[in-house]
């Protein structure tokens, strides 16, 4: 059996919590991580991060007491690019979710999660599937981004404002898989969502709802 292995920088300074990081990688037979989780210096963690080349980087987003988090957060967005990022917090403000969502943060933990579900968001990560804890979700939808569509207000009114995300979704030319993906639902789901929509706007036939958008 091939092993993967994965190299892992935690940037946490709370010694209960990284009990929690660690259970969070007890990896299958099939996969081991490598920690780097003794270095708490900013400037020996930016080192490490360039010299690594880490897989993942665990950051709390209130490392250090200010906004050292989200600096090395870009930090390493910028001189390792291929990491996975990994961000904790215990509250969602809207100066953060601004800048996760600028720095394209895809892995999102609650603090105080439960330890089963810390071991989803590792599973998710893996698997390069986002994972948001459930008591972040509403919030992080409810900031809402520049919609690509400008949509008349007869048309709002029919829809419901998760038929307009997938419709904008849609417009940006992502697949029902990368939607369902992006707002943790199946694609079935998703599809049901694009035949109600269509319902509502009275669109029928093949690729009805593509066709309507480029008209918009």
């Known amino acids: 059996m091939k092993i993967r292995e994965f190299d892992v ?13 660690k259970a969070m990688f007890e990896a299958p037979k099939d996969l081991q991580f490598n920690l780097y989780e003794d270095v708490s210096d900013l400037e020996e963690l ?4 360039v ?11 209130t490392f250090k007491s200010d906004n050292s988090g989200m600096e090395l957060a870009a930090y ?9 990022i990994v961000v904790m917090a215990l509250s969602l403000d809207t100066e953060l979710i601004k800048v996760l969502k600028k720095l394209e943060i895809k892995w999102i933990l609650y603090k105080a999660e439960d330890i089963e579900l810390i071991k989803k968001c590792a599973g998710r990560l893996i698997e390069n599937k986002p994972y948001i804890s459930r008591i972040f979700r509403e919030q992080w939808y409810q900031e809402k981004e520049e919609p690509v569509l400008q949509l008349n207000e007869l048309v709002r009114e029919k829809l419901s404002k998760t038929e307009i995300n997938i419709i ?7 697949t029902n898989k ?28 093949t690729n009805a709802l593509f066709k309507y958008i480029v008209k918009l």
Not at 46 to 49: G, H, M
Not at 168 to 174: E, F, M, R, S
Not at 185 to 202: A, G
């Open 178 to 205: 990368e939607i369902a993906s992006q707002l943790f639902k199946s694609e079935k789901t998703i599809k049901n969502h694009r035949y109600n929509i269509c319902k509502k706007l009275n669109l029928q036939g």
């Open 51 to 61: 010299v690594s080349q880490p897989d993942i980087v665990v950051i709390d987003a």
């Open 9 to 21: 920088v935690v940037a946490y300074e709370d010694p209960l919590k990284k009990l929690g990081i």
């Open 168 to 174: 904008n979704q849609v417009a940006l030319g992502k």
């Open 76 to 84: 390493t967005k910028r001189h390792a690019p291929r990491a996975k």
């Open 46 to 49: 930016r080192k490490v991060i």
